[in-house]
């Protein structure tokens, strides 16, 4: 059996600079033995094959082996060693201990552009002069480490590729006594390690500093990383989820169905997005917006999931406070008109389910403007809460209560029967009870008039049911406020009714369709007339002889009166101002003014440009005022008053008696009369607290130094009565219908 060993291992083609010739002798043992002697950079170095009976075929068959091991090992570029180097695309040389190269390989000598002539047994300072300190130090350190380091990143250029990145590596050889033989050194292009690395950097940057929140799980649902905008919404730090599952941050909210829906999203589609609500360290419930993916595998197995969330917590309470005032009213927070009616259509068909009924309560307060004008909006806000808050104790659990105008409140409750409804109104009474506190430190009282409609029997849909709950409340109002009516078909006739009454009375304003009649005011003593006053009155052609008791509301509803109004004052100027430019005299002109007109933009103006316009001096006018319209706004009603009464106009305060007024807030007024109402005139003599209140009434103008007259007098009787308790003026029936203007003009010819 023959066997052969190398002294040295560590080899490499073109280490070697002699070869000996191949000899056959024996060991010291006296063994056969063939030995070949070579010497490098580890010095001599034998290739032996023994064996214990060597034949002379085995002499020449060592000789050969010995010859080719040695051919195979040495011999420059013809060696298999070298060969198999110069595969490489890797720049790989060797230097020995003192420096000097001695092996290089063909990627080397391409880059460099030298020949193995120029680079082999030269040193550093005889190859690149110029850079011999930084090849030498960095060979140095490489021994000095005693193991492989990387010396040099750097850009370099290439012919084929152009710019590309080097990496070169230097290693210490020793033999196996440990003794240094040299410097191995490599280059390699890191070009697409380089681009790896710097799209790993890149991704992250991206993923650590990006604001979504960025969790991935194996493909069992583990998480196996997390990145800091996780942990800034969670709370959650990622050693405390690294490892577990996202059922950590469960909310609670979602049902089975939610996380089965996504599972299987993810499963057959590889993508889910949504919304999810989770729940941080600290307890808080966030929402947030998700994306996630599944990650594939070459296999097409998943490899992993991969979730961006976004918190959505301030959008969610953004879209949350938009909502509300979108549908709430933004006072006192209760829903408003849109979203009452969207509750009503809810509460209908619990309603039909339930075969029970529905009531719909609207409130509307009373004067309610004279909050705002008496104490100004803040109050009047103020007021406005505490009523809301007090309505609202009353609901039930399913009651609603809404706010669908200024002062406009709607209740809507479940009732079993009708009959139940007046416990619920007995209620609502009760909040309007205790006065109300306003910013200006003062207390004021309130009072309501409800309108109700029912399901089913008013209606069955929500714009049916308040609109006919309206149409009672208005009724309501009509019967003295503070009142509540429940609706009538009757109401719809009557709601119809007025909306012919609009339309026809706008047509008749445009085409100048209505007219003046004149009633005379007599002296009691004389019965001799000494003013009369003007009386619009109204006929249509379809309607016929329309009340002005019908049309005056009217046209205060849909906000006509200050035209008719100022029609009105100056056609009776205009006709006063005929008179007497025919010799007559009519006496003092007197004309109605409506609220609207009192308190609107720069009445006392008004009336100045229209006696201008028709020549009528201000003494020969008066105006008509009711006291229900000075209550509503008495600041701006006194201050145009002063104004009118500066200018020489009389002022008379119509309907006095029918009001709140008392002697000290009447001498605040500028006036110069006072009207008795017809409601006291038409029950004297005979009713005693009729006599009382005219007696009082006229007690009240001696005291004030104002004239006093009575309107309605229908008989002797009752001018005999007012006469003998000190009323001298009066007007009404017994003496003269309302006349028109021909007709009049002929009563005055006749004296």
Same mark, same amino acid.
């Given at each position: 059996?023959?066997?052969?060993?190398?002294?040295?291992?560590?080899?490499?083609?073109?280490?070697?600079?002699?070869?000996?010739?191949?000899?056959?002798?024996?060991?010291?043992?006296?063994?056969?033995?063939?030995?070949?002697?070579?010497?490098?950079?580890?010095?001599?170095?034998?290739?032996?094959?023994?064996?214990?009976?060597?034949?002379?075929?085995?002499?020449?068959?060592?000789?050969?082996?010995?010859?080719?091991?040695?051919?195979?090992?040495?011999?420059?570029?013809?060696?298999?060693?070298?060969?198999?180097?110069?595969?490489?695309?890797?720049? %790989?040389?060797?230097?020995? #201990?003192?420096?000097?190269?001695?092996?290089?390989?063909?990627?080397?000598?391409?880059?460099?552009?030298?020949?193995?002539?120029?680079?082999?047994?030269?040193?550093?300072?005889?190859?690149?002069?110029?850079?011999?300190?930084?090849?030498?130090?960095?060979?140095?350190?490489?021994?000095?480490?005693?193991?492989?380091?990387?010396? #040099?990143?750097?850009?370099?250029?290439?012919?084929?590729?152009?710019?590309?990145? +080097?990496?070169?590596?230097?290693?210490?050889?020793?033999?196996?006594?440990?003794?240094?033989?040299?410097?191995?050194?490599?280059?390699?292009?890191?070009?697409?390690?380089?681009?790896?690395?710097?799209?790993?950097?890149?991704?992250?940057?991206?993923?650590?500093?990006?604001?979504?929140?960025?969790?991935?799980?194996?493909?069992? $649902?583990?998480?196996?990383?997390?990145?800091?905008?996780?942990?800034?919404?969670?709370?959650?730090?990622?050693?405390?989820?690294?490892?577990?599952?996202?059922?950590?941050?469960?909310?609670?909210?979602?049902?089975?169905?939610?996380?089965?829906?996504?599972?299987?999203?993810?499963?057959?589609?590889?993508?889910?997005?949504?919304?999810?609500?989770?729940?941080?360290?600290?307890?808080?419930?966030?929402?947030?917006?998700?994306?996630?993916?599944?990650?594939?595998?070459?296999?097409?197995?998943?490899?992993?999931?991969? #979730?961006?969330?976004?918190?959505?917590?301030?959008?969610?309470?953004?879209?949350?406070?938009? =909502?509300?005032?979108?549908?709430?009213?933004?006072?006192?927070?209760?829903?408003?008109?849109?979203?009452?009616?969207?509750?009503?259509?809810?509460?209908?068909?619990?309603?039909?389910?339930?075969?029970?009924?529905?009531?719909?309560?609207?409130?509307?307060?009373?004067?309610?403007?004279?909050?705002?004008?008496?104490?100004?909006?803040?109050?009047?806000?103020?007021?406005?809460?505490?009523?809301?808050?007090?309505?609202?104790?009353?609901?039930?659990?399913?009651?609603?209560? =809404?706010?669908?105008?200024?002062?406009?409140?709607?209740?809507?409750?479940?009732?079993?029967?009708?009959?139940?409804?007046?416990? %619920? +109104?007995?209620? %609502?009474?009760? #909040?309007?009870?205790?006065?109300?506190?306003?910013?200006?430190?003062?207390?004021?009282?309130?009072?309501?008039?409800?309108?109700?409609?029912?399901?089913?029997?008013?209606?069955?849909?929500?714009?049916?049911?308040?609109?006919?709950?309206?149409?009672?409340?208005?009724?309501?109002?009509?019967?003295?406020?503070?009142?509540?009516?429940?609706?009538?078909?009757?109401?719809?006739?009557?709601?119809?009714?007025? +909306?012919?009454?609009?339309?026809?009375?706008?047509?008749?304003?445009?085409?100048?369709?209505?007219?003046?009649?004149?009633?005379?005011?007599?002296?009691?003593?004389?019965?001799?007339?000494?003013?009369?006053?003007?009386?619009?009155?109204?006929?249509?052609?379809?309607?016929?002889?329309?009340?002005?008791?019908?049309?005056?509301?009217? =046209?205060?509803?849909?906000?006509?009166?200050?035209?008719?109004?100022?029609?009105?004052?100056?056609?009776?100027?205009?006709?006063?101002? %005929?008179?007497?430019?025919?010799?007559?005299?009519?006496?003092?002109?007197?004309?109605?003014?409506?609220?609207?007109?009192?308190?609107?933009?720069?009445?006392?103006?008004?009336?100045?440009?229209?006696?201008?316009?028709? $020549?009528?001096?201000?003494?020969?006018?008066?105006?008509?005022?009711?006291?229900?319209?000075?209550?509503?706004?008495?600041?701006?009603?006194?201050?145009?008053?002063?104004?009118?009464?500066?200018?020489?106009?009389?002022?008379?305060?119509?309907?006095?008696?029918?009001?709140?007024?008392?002697?000290?807030?009447?001498?605040?007024?500028?006036?110069?009369?006072?009207?008795?109402?017809?409601?006291?005139?038409?029950?004297?003599?005979?009713?005693?607290?009729?006599?009382?209140?005219?007696?009082?009434?006229?007690?009240?103008?001696?005291?004030?130094?104002?004239?006093?007259?009575?309107?309605?007098?229908?008989?002797?009787?009752?001018?005999?009565?007012?006469?003998?308790?000190?009323?001298?003026?009066?007007?009404?029936?017994?003496?003269?219908?309302? +006349?028109?203007?021909?007709?009049?003009?002929?009563?005055?010819?006749?004296?």
């Amino acid at each position: 059996m023959l066997e052969w060993f190398v002294d040295h291992t560590r080899l490499g083609a073109g280490l070697w600079t002699s070869r000996d010739e191949c000899l056959w002798q024996q060991n010291a043992d006296g063994d056969p033995m063939t030995t070949l002697t070579v010497s490098g950079i580890g010095g001599e170095l034998k290739l032996c094959l023994h064996g214990d009976v060597l034949t002379d075929g085995h002499q020449l068959l060592a000789k050969a082996l010995l010859e080719g091991v040695a051919a195979a090992l040495g011999g420059g570029e013809s060696g298999l060693l070298q060969s198999f180097m110069d595969a490489f695309d890797e720049h %790989i040389w060797i230097k020995d #201990a003192e420096g000097r190269y001695r092996f290089i390989n063909q990627s080397t000598l391409v880059s460099w552009d030298l020949s193995p002539a120029q680079i082999l047994s030269r040193k550093d300072a005889e190859v690149f002069p110029d850079r011999v300190s930084e090849y030498t130090d960095t060979d140095l350190k490489a021994v000095k480490e005693g193991h492989p380091i990387v010396v #040099a990143e750097c850009i370099d250029r290439s012919l084929d590729k152009g710019n590309i990145w +080097l990496e070169t590596i230097k290693a210490p050889m020793y033999d196996m006594d440990g003794r240094l033989l040299g410097v191995i050194g490599t280059t390699r292009d890191i070009a697409r390690y380089k681009a790896a690395e710097e799209q790993l950097f890149l991704t992250s940057k991206v993923f650590e500093n990006a604001i979504e929140g960025v969790m991935i799980t194996d493909s069992n $649902g583990i998480i196996t990383e997390i990145n800091g905008a996780f942990e800034t919404i969670t709370g959650y730090s990622r050693d405390e989820v690294i490892g577990k599952t996202p059922k950590l941050l469960n909310s609670g909210r979602h049902e089975r169905d939610f996380f089965e829906n996504l599972w299987r999203a993810l499963k057959t589609q590889g993508h889910w997005h949504g919304e999810i609500w989770n729940r941080r360290k600290n307890g808080t419930l966030f929402a947030e917006q998700t994306s996630i993916s599944a990650v594939y595998g070459e296999d097409g197995q998943v490899r992993c999931f991969v #979730a961006v969330f976004s918190d959505i917590s301030l959008l969610k309470q953004t879209e949350a406070e938009v =909502a509300q005032l979108a549908w709430h009213d933004p006072l006192t927070r209760l829903p408003n008109r849109s979203k009452l009616t969207t509750i009503s259509q809810q509460q209908i068909k619990l309603a039909a389910n339930r075969k029970t009924r529905l009531a719909l309560l609207l409130i509307d307060v009373d004067l309610f403007k004279h909050i705002n004008d008496s104490f100004g909006h803040l109050a009047g806000d103020k007021v406005l809460l505490s009523l809301s808050e007090r309505l609202a104790a009353l609901l039930g659990a399913e009651d609603t209560l =809404a706010r669908i105008g200024g002062d406009e409140f709607v209740l809507l409750t479940q009732v079993r029967r009708r009959d139940d409804i007046p416990v %619920i +109104l007995s209620a %609502i009474q009760r #909040a309007f009870d205790t006065s109300f506190d306003t910013s200006e430190g003062e207390s004021v009282r309130l009072s309501a008039s409800i309108g109700i409609a029912v399901y089913p029997d008013d209606g069955d849909n929500p714009d049916t049911l308040l609109k006919n709950a309206d149409a009672a409340m208005y009724r309501a109002k009509q019967q003295g406020r503070n009142r509540h009516a429940f609706y009538t078909e009757q109401m719809t006739q009557s709601s119809m009714q007025q +909306l012919r009454l609009q339309t026809a009375l706008r047509g008749a304003v445009k085409n100048s369709a209505l007219s003046l009649v004149y009633q005379p005011k007599i002296n009691l003593r004389t019965r001799k007339l000494i003013g009369v006053e003007a009386l619009c009155r109204w006929t249509d052609h379809e309607l016929g002889v329309v009340s002005p008791a019908e049309f005056i509301p009217v =046209a205060e509803s849909i906000g006509l009166m200050p035209e008719i109004g100022l029609w009105v004052l100056k056609e009776a100027c205009r006709q006063a101002r %005929i008179w007497r430019d025919q010799g007559l005299n009519p006496g003092r002109m007197a004309v109605n003014v409506s609220g609207s007109q009192l308190t609107g933009d720069n009445f006392a103006d008004s009336v100045a440009r229209v006696l201008t316009q028709t $020549g009528l001096s201000p003494d020969a006018l008066e105006l008509e005022i009711t006291e229900s319209v000075v209550l509503d706004n008495p600041a701006s009603a006194i201050d145009t008053m002063d104004k009118l009464r500066g200018m020489g106009v009389s002022l008379a305060l119509d309907d006095f008696g029918t009001g709140y007024s008392s002697l000290s807030y009447l001498r605040k007024l500028p006036l110069n009369k006072l009207k008795i109402d017809q409601s006291f005139v038409r029950e004297l003599p005979t009713d005693q607290d009729s006599g009382a209140i005219a007696m009082a009434i006229i007690a009240m103008g001696e005291a004030l130094k104002l004239g006093v007259i009575a309107e309605g007098v229908e008989n002797e009787t009752q001018a005999e009565f007012l006469l003998r308790l000190g009323c001298t003026e009066a007007q009404g029936y017994l003496f003269a219908r309302p +006349l028109l203007a021909s007709e009049l003009k002929q009563l005055l010819q006749g004296g």
